[in-house]
């Protein structure tokens, strides 16, 4: 009875208007109004954006000089705004060392790194380097390269070489078809598709002497719409086929290839020096502490990733000022007396993306254990320019969390504010920089989407669920027009009001604020739900009966991580009828329940490194069917994820085939049992009798 009366009360504080909702014109009643203002009138986006000029200098690779930098950087800073046990963390990566599913990838540097193209016109004695004399062919030169002044333009991993030879176009370089009829060897090729797509073709098979790539941005609606763009490039980690390689701009690729097609010989001479090392991953980190005896040794952590090319502005320098300026604003209202010091410890956490977050949770479980939520940013300033689409995403099904609809209710109330403030120039909390635009945030609550450290948190071997936000699309990511002019500080602030706000209110949540958690719950529900609806038009009864099942325990499950964190009492939460279909999904079929191993840790999607395809490959594993299915809102690599997630060693295949079919499409249950069996051959899985 106790159980039912509390279930109640609470929906009836729900209904009765008693304040507990985000409306239009009123602070968010997850926080008083007075936090709200405080939190309003001291997060800076300038500020936010002078710490990224500064750190859009570095060339951020893992375990780079350029890396350290900004890492010292971010160290200063931290203990200037008066923050705690200001640390780097180091982890050691050689290439051997494993973190859970990611191989440590060795530290990589460049000292130089100059590529010239020039006409054929005669024969001279060229090479700096003794061991090098060739007759190499001399004109005019039509393109120079320097990493020393656009970094982008060297590929990461390129190893120490002066090379000479004449370029041949090759097309796109990933298939053997490319080559054929064509005299590679020695020659550096010219190609479409990224350098770590092509080296082991090109250089392994062929002996090509290096590469020249003109692969283009992520797919957007603008994608090879700007030909200056030159995109951040990558050789393989691992790859026994060491070479080096350059990027260019896809206006310089054309004047390139018509040069070469109407028979025009160009000759390539570069010098790389540059290469891996035995290094480590540096990962900053500080704290403000709790104050409650007991759940001051708990943490609500706030993440980012540091490592990038130069400059790397949104991606991700913008995340990383945000979480500092986070931390700054609280650190400093809490001294002041502004706002109470947090019941949990707040933590802050700048690594290189996804393997130093893996390094840390593996390398000091402790952290892994008192984290109980996390706010991640990865790209949250991209400006008008940018063509930037804030969003707040949601967990991935097999972690349902309330802390999601947190972080919306506060996204929501600063939407409502802004639009209000750019319809009719008066709003109480307007959100806007000095700096910055006037624009409305216009943020969107978006399902889970992969592809950076969240996926890591929310990796079944650890389950701490991570607030994501992020810009998409950004038609600058992963190119040298990544720049600080194209940061908002209005959007930084924006950004840093959400991450601030659901950080604080996770960090002291307890019983009494009930109310206006279960109202975000709902207004999370509401969201979910309508997505469910629109989906389910493109599906059978079944299956969208399916989706409908699935839907409603994830909104159980929201519900009942809330009652974990809050210490609430057990409540009976029921599941809700949509679309005239029961529930809860019927437990099907007797097919085989299969449970994750303890060891190793982490998601099989890290960088620079293929955890299941190497143990595959060694094990005489063929690649699953599932990999390469694209399902009606989700790929091969999403459906993986979550396929592994929900072996919980309760559900059967079928059960996981529901499950992640309702998330991304209806998928065959054969492929499912296909890859679980191949989990089960490289001991990521066991099947329970």
């Known amino acids: 009875m106790r159980k039912r009366i509390i279930w109640m009360a609470i929906m009836a504080m ?43 200098t570095f060339h951020r690779q893992r375990g780079s000089r350029g890396f350290h930098s900004a890492a010292e950087l971010v160290a ?22 494993f973190y859970g599913t990611q191989r440590s990838r060795p530290a990589w540097d460049t000292d130089l790194g100059e590529l010239d193209v020039s006409e054929v016109k005669r024969i001279v004695r060229c090479g700096s380097n003794p061991n090098i004399i060739a007759d190499c062919p001399d004109g005019p030169v039509i393109l120079h390269e320097s990493y020393g002044a656009e970094p982008v333009v060297l590929a990461e991993d390129s190893e120490s070489k002066e090379a000479v030879g004449m370029l041949l176009d090759v097309g796109d370089g990933t298939k053997d078809s490319d080559y054929a009829g064509k005299d590679v060897k020695g020659k550096v090729v010219l190609v479409s598709a990224s350098p770590g797509a092509v ?38 980690t691992f790859s026994a086929n060491k070479t080096w390689a350059f990027m260019v701009s896809l206006k310089t690729a054309r004047d390139l290839r018509d040069r070469l097609a109407t028979g025009q010989s160009l000759f390539v001479h570069s010098v790389v020096k540059a290469g891996q090392h035995a290094g480590n991953y540096e990962v900053v980190t500080a704290t403000i502490p709790g104050s409650d005896p007991k759940l001051k040794e708990e943490e609500i952590a706030f993440s980012c990733h540091l490592d990038h090319q130069r400059p790397g502005a949104n991606d991700n320098a913008s995340g990383c000022v945000t979480i500092l300026e986070v931390a700054r604003t609280l650190e400093k209202l809490i001294a002041e007396g502004k706002l109470a010091r947090p019941a ?27 984290i109980k939520a996390v706010v991640h940013m990865d790209m949250v300033g991209g400006g008008p320019a940018t063509k930037a689409v804030f969003h707040v995403t949601r967990g991935p099904m097999s972690l349902p969390s309330f802390v999601h609809d947190v972080a919306w209710a506060f996204a929501e109330f600063v ?3 802004s639009y209000k403030f750019a319809a009719t120039g008066k709003a109480e909390y307007p959100f806007v920089a000095p700096e910055g635009g006037k624009e409305p945030l216009r943020a969107e609550y978006s399902a889970y989407t992969m592809g950076s450290d969240h996926d890591v948190y929310q990796d079944s071997s650890f389950g701490i669920p991570a607030i994501y936000m992020n810009d998409w699309p950004d038609r600058y990511i992963h190119t040298n027009f990544d720049t600080a002019a194209n940061i908002d500080t209005t959007k930084l602030k924006r950004a840093a009001f959400i991450g601030a706000a659901s950080g604080y209110f996770l960090s002291q949540i307890s019983l009494k604020d009930s ?18 609806r629109f989906r389910a038009r493109s599906l059978s009864r079944e299956e969208a009966c399916n989706l409908y099942g699935n839907e409603s325990m994830y909104d159980m499950g929201v519900k009942y991580s809330y009652r974990r964190l ?13 679309g005239g279909c029961q529930s809860q999904p019927e437990k099907r079929g ?44 989700g790929s091969g690599e999403e459906y993986a994820y979550e396929v592994l997630n929900f072996a919980d060693g309760k559900r059967n295949a079928e059960e996981i085939r529901d499950a992640v079919s309702a998330e991304y499409g209806p998928v065959p249950v054969e492929m499912v049992v296909e890859y679980l069996r191949a989990l089960e051959k490289i001991g990521l899985v066991s099947e329970v009798k």
């Open 566 to 578: 809050s210490e609430m009492p057990t409540v009976d939460f029921l599941a809700r009828d949509i």
């Open 199 to 236: 080296q082991d073709l090109a250089v392994g098979k062929f002996g090509a002497a290096g590469i020249v790539s003109y692969a283009q941005n992520q797919k957007s609606a603008w994608w090879g719409e700007d030909e200056n763009l030159i995109r951040w490039g990558h050789l393989e």
């Open 14 to 56: 729900l209904g009765s208007g008693t304040g507990v909702g985000v409306a239009r014109g009123q602070e968010p009643r997850l926080l008083p109004e007075g936090d709200v203002a405080a939190l309003a009138n001291e997060l800076n986006g300038e500020t936010a954006k002078r710490n990224l000029e500064v750190i859009a």
């Open 515 to 532: 109310a206006a958690a279960f109202h975000a719950m709902t207004v999370g529900d509401l969201a979910r739900e309508t997505l469910s």
């Open 344 to 370: 949990r410890t707040m933590r802050f956490i700048w690594p290189p993306e996804i393997e130093g977050t893996l390094a840390l949770l593996n390398g000091k479980p402790e952290f892994a254990k008192r």
């Open 415 to 417: 939407n409502e504010e």
């Open 76 to 97: 200063e800073r931290a203990r200037a705004y008066g923050l705690s046990d200001v640390q780097i963390l180091e982890f050691p990566a050689d290439g051997k060392i």
């Open 590 to 633: 007797s097919g085989p329940v299969f449970r994750r191993s303890a060891e190793p840790k982490g998601p099989l999607a890290v960088f620079g490194y293929d955890y299941f395809a190497d143990h595959a490959k060694a094990g005489g594993v063929a690649t699953p069917k599932l990999f390469g299915y694209e399902g009606l809102w």
